[in-house]
């Protein structure tokens, strides 16, 4: 039995959640998401609060039973306050600029590396070197900020390139010269 997958998930005020099969649609005040549950999973929508129960206690189902109650939250979650992640910019001359959809990134190439946004994605930049990437969908908010973080993964001698914000770099020593 799935410790994660026996809590109940709250629904607050204000948020809507419509069960049509094993398709769930939540709604609420910073737009709507929908996801596709697993069909082994049986879910219940009370009037404050959403219950999963998983038909077996076997592994797999033990393990269907948390990643299904973990999705229902993470939709909850992000139309209620939606997710947040933190990127800083380290190197001379190392930038980003944004207009409209379109992030472009000054990073030490020869050429500007220009990143389009998807949608239900907004990037914020706050002095040049620190972005934050925002959405009401937590796995589309990490997937874009892993993207441009790929564009120039920090260094381990100086620590240039883009790292998350609570990401530590393990230093190198240089030539012992």
Same mark, same amino acid.
């Given at each position: 039995? /799935?410790? @994660?997958?026996?809590?109940? &998930?709250?629904?607050? %005020? $204000?948020?809507?959640?419509? *069960?049509?099969? !094993?398709?769930?649609?939540?709604?609420?005040?910073?737009?709507?998401?929908?996801?596709?549950?697993?069909?082994?999973?049986?879910?219940?929508?009370?009037?404050?609060?959403?219950?999963?129960?998983?038909?077996?206690?076997?592994?797999?189902?033990?393990?269907?039973?948390?990643?299904?109650? /973990?999705? @229902?939250?993470?939709?909850? &979650?992000?139309?209620? %306050? $939606?997710?947040?992640?933190? *990127?800083?910019? !380290?190197?001379?001359?190392?930038?980003?600029?944004?207009?409209?959809?379109?992030?472009?990134?000054?990073?030490?190439?020869?050429?500007?590396?220009?990143?389009?946004?998807?949608?239900?994605?907004?990037?914020?930049?706050?002095?040049?070197?620190?972005?934050?990437?925002?959405?009401?969908?937590?796995?589309?908010?990490?997937?874009?900020?892993?993207?441009?973080?790929?564009?120039?993964?920090?260094?381990?001698?100086?620590?240039?390139?883009?790292?998350?914000?609570?990401?530590?770099?393990?230093?190198?020593?240089?030539?012992?010269?």
């Amino acid at each position: 039995m /799935s410790r @994660i997958g026996k809590l109940p &998930v709250a629904i607050p %005020a $204000g948020v809507k959640i419509s *069960l049509d099969g !094993n398709s769930m649609t939540v709604v609420g005040p910073k737009g709507s998401l929908s996801q596709q549950l697993h069909e082994r999973m049986t879910i219940a929508v009370e009037t404050d609060q959403v219950v999963v129960t998983s038909p077996s206690e076997n592994k797999q189902d033990g393990a269907l039973h948390g990643l299904t109650r /973990s999705l @229902i939250n993470n939709m909850v &979650v992000g139309v209620t %306050a $939606g997710y947040q992640k933190d *990127l800083e910019i !380290n190197g001379v001359g190392y930038r980003a600029e944004i207009s409209g959809n379109i992030l472009t990134l000054a990073l030490g190439y020869s050429h500007p590396v220009v990143y389009e946004l998807p949608a239900g994605i907004s990037v914020e930049i706050e002095k040049q070197t620190k972005l934050s990437v925002r959405g009401i969908d937590k796995q589309l908010v990490g997937s874009a900020a892993a993207k441009i973080r790929s564009f120039r993964k920090p260094e381990p001698y100086k620590g240039k390139g883009i790292k998350y914000a609570d990401e530590h770099i393990v230093r190198k020593a240089g030539k012992a010269g």
